[in-house]
């Protein structure tokens, strides 16, 4: 897809414009936006909505061809549901039906003039990073490994922003920021779509080391002699029931002053989460490939961080294994001693994320961080809780810790990648309780996606941290089963803010 902005001025009049398609606005009550009323010199969008052919409710959508009052070839109109200001909903909605019928034209190029700027609590430029992430998400194929092709997205490749000029800065920049924002998406989900026989920890290995040949990244690979000499013990008695060698993965980005402490982002890179001896029940169980969409979304946010060349220090973190039941395997019962010290009585192996990311937030104290988010595709408990709409973030309950859950939920809002907050608390950490070791690393059937977010907190105190639980957003089942490269937009809006 190719996305440009067109500044609506004098020489650029919509109605001389020449393209295969411009889409504007119509309401429900059979009211014109503005840029439909100035294509309407014939009376062919009136008669248009009076006909009854498009009823102006958000998502539906009608085709007129060669109308007299538009240069362009086609005109599509577009309901928004109740004007005059523009509910998020409907406009999503109305976005998600544009996309669509822009997919099945024969149409190349298309124009949107459309009231960016009238969406309830937003401003043109979330209405380009709506409209960019969501054609590029309809025009993605997950085809690579079919021995036939898809056929590829037909229809519109070239999409142009129709905006009045005040607004031109504005949605330039949000445009490269979208741009970006897609590039990391598309490639959160190409590796979450991967099957764990390509998509080895090697594999994620590889793929850190192509991004920092491409956009100048520090980045080192460990293997298991270099994670061993790290005494990371709760991480490698994981990766241990495995054939496949595990790896740490560690990427920087230093676009920010050298004192400036660094953003850490930390991304669970379970490349095939079995249970191990704590056997998960066949079906479904090829859906655990999806078990490394956190260090999928770490490596797609770092493509946006190079594509953007963000002025912000930024390490990331990805400690990938696959969790395999085999001689060598955890036992349940099994005690290690994790990098930081602490104890833990491995009481269900099927808890393997916790053990991979407790010594790798240890190991991010190191880079003295600003702040250290983790994304990991945590707990079956936390899609009982949020379903598949929200990310569950979990951070500590004091000042610094609210204010980042405050950013971070905002950034969730504006992405259209929302995250809910969810309690840590003292009370949840006695579930946590071992009789033998310093903590257990399942704490039992309620709240588990909260025992799960406590066990972690144990391991974060030395500086300020939020933890996303992916669980339920970063793929789709069902016919629909895909990676959606959540939550790329929520990080990378939040990053971007300040920008
Ligand atoms: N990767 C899973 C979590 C998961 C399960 C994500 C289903 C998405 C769908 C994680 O490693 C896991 O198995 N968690 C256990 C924890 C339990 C043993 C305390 C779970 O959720 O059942
Ligand atoms: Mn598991
Ligand atoms: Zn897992």
């Not at 912000?312 to 696959?322: L, Q, V």
């Not at 269900?348 to 988010?373: M, S």
Request: net charge positive; glycine share 10%.
């Amino acid at each position: 897809m190719d996305f440009s902005i067109k500044a609506a001025d004098k020489k650029n009049s919509l109605s001389g414009i020449q393209t295969d398609c411009i889409v504007v606005g119509v309401f429900e009550n059979g009211l014109l936006s503005q840029h439909a009323t100035e294509l309407d010199t014939h009376g062919e969008v009136t008669q248009a909505t009076r006909s009854g052919d498009i009823s102006g409710k958000a998502g539906s959508t009608l085709l007129l061809h060669r109308t007299k009052g538009a240069r362009a070839s086609r005109l599509l109109l577009a309901g928004l549901g109740k004007e005059p200001i523009i509910s998020e909903k409907d406009f999503t909605t109305a976005i998600a039906a544009i996309v669509q019928a822009l997919s099945r034209l024969g149409a190349k190029s298309a124009l949107l003039a459309l009231p960016f700027d009238d969406v309830k609590h937003h401003h043109t430029g979330w209405a380009i990073q709506t409209i960019v992430i969501a054609a590029a998400n309809q025009a993605y194929r997950s085809d690579t490994l079919k021995s036939k092709r898809d056929a590829p997205p037909a229809g519109v490749r070239k999409l142009g922003f129709y905006v009045p000029p005040v607004n031109r800065a504005g949605a330039r920049k949000a445009l490269a920021q979208a741009r970006a924002i897609a590039t990391g998406v598309e490639l959160a989900r190409d590796l979450g779509n991967l099957p764990a026989n390509v998509c080895t920890p090697s594999y994620l290995g590889e793929q850190a080391k192509k991004l920092s040949d491409k956009y100048a990244f520090g980045v080192q690979v460990l293997d298991k002699r270099q994670i061993q000499s790290l005494k990371m013990r709760s991480f490698l008695s994981v990766a241990r029931g495995s054939d496949e060698p595990p790896r740490l993965i560690v990427l920087r980005h230093h676009g920010g002053k050298p004192k400036d402490p660094p953003i850490v982002l930390v991304g669970k890179g379970l490349t095939f989460d079995s249970g191990g001896i704590s056997l998960k029940p066949g079906a479904g169980m090829d859906e655990m490939k999806y078990d490394m969409c956190g260090a999928a979304a770490v490596l797609g946010i770092f493509r946006a961080i190079g594509e953007m060349k963000l002025k912000k220090n930024i390490i990331g973190i990805i400690p990938s294994c696959e969790n395999m039941p085999s001689g060598r395997a955890n036992k349940p019962g099994d005690i290690v001693t994790s990098l930081s010290g602490q104890t833990i009585e491995i009481l269900n192996t099927d808890a393997e994320g916790r053990l991979i990311l407790c010594d790798t937030l240890t190991y991010a104290e190191r880079f003295k961080p600003a702040c250290v988010i983790d994304m990991a595709t945590l707990t079956g408990a936390c899609i009982v809780a949020l379903g598949h709409h929200h990310s569950g973030l979990f951070t500590r309950d004091d000042e610094a810790h609210n204010q980042l859950a405050e950013s971070l939920l905002s950034a969730g809002k504006a992405a259209n990648d929302t995250a809910w907050r969810m309690p840590i608390a003292d009370a949840y950490q006695e579930q946590l309780k071992s009789n033998f070791a310093d903590i257990a690393n399942i704490g039992g059937q309620p709240a588990g996606s909260v025992t799960g977010a406590c066990f972690l907190e144990r391991f974060t105190r030395k500086y300020t941290w939020a933890h996303l639980d992916i669980a339920g957003t970063a793929w789709k089942s069902g016919p629909a089963k895909g990676a959606t490269g959540r939550p790329v937009p929520l990080i990378c809006t939040w990053l971007f803010q300040s920008e």
